[in-house]
Nanobody, 123 residues
Framework: QVQLVESGGGLVQAGGSLRLSCAAS????????MAWFRQAPGKEREFVYA????????YSANSVKGRFTISRDNAKNTVYLQMNSLKPEDTAVYYC????????????????WGQGTQVTVSS
């Protein structure tokens, strides 16, 4: 099992930036993909961005293309989500997830989840 702890959320004005961090511990050697999801009030959880833990390939949702960037630091077992040009509709709880198996989908099949960090973007 992998334990995930997110940090970096907060309140920011529209157009501003935040960087989220997700620190992984436990059986991190088994991680294949790490991702960020988000859930806004009254809405279902949605995929945001994912990164291959070893190769560095990544995939994002269309809604964040050109504004968000994902990166990883394998030495620190940490994945980051740099969020720029934030919009009020980005307001949500952001969750980090890890997948411990190979697969063809960037969006499904995640095994471990963090507790989430709140991001609020004011207009």
């Amino acid at each position: 099992q992998v334990q995930l702890v997110e940090s970096g959320g907060g309140l920011v004005q529209a157009g501003g930036s935040l960087r989220l961090s997700c620190a992984a511990s436990g059986r991190t050697f088994g991680i294949y993909v790490m991702a960020w999801f988000r859930q806004a009030p009254g809405k279902e959880r949605e995929f945001v961005y994912a990164i291959d833990w070893n190769g560095g390939n990544s995939y994002s949702a269309n809604s964040v293309k050109g504004r968000f960037t994902i990166s990883r630091d394998n030495a620190k077992n940490t994945v980051y989500l740099q969020m720029n040009s934030l919009k009020p509709e980005d307001t949500a709880v952001y969750y980090c997830a890890a997948r411990r198996s190979r697969g063809s989908s960037w969006i499904y099949g995640y095994d471990d989840w963090g507790q989430g960090t709140q991001v609020t973007v004011s207009s």
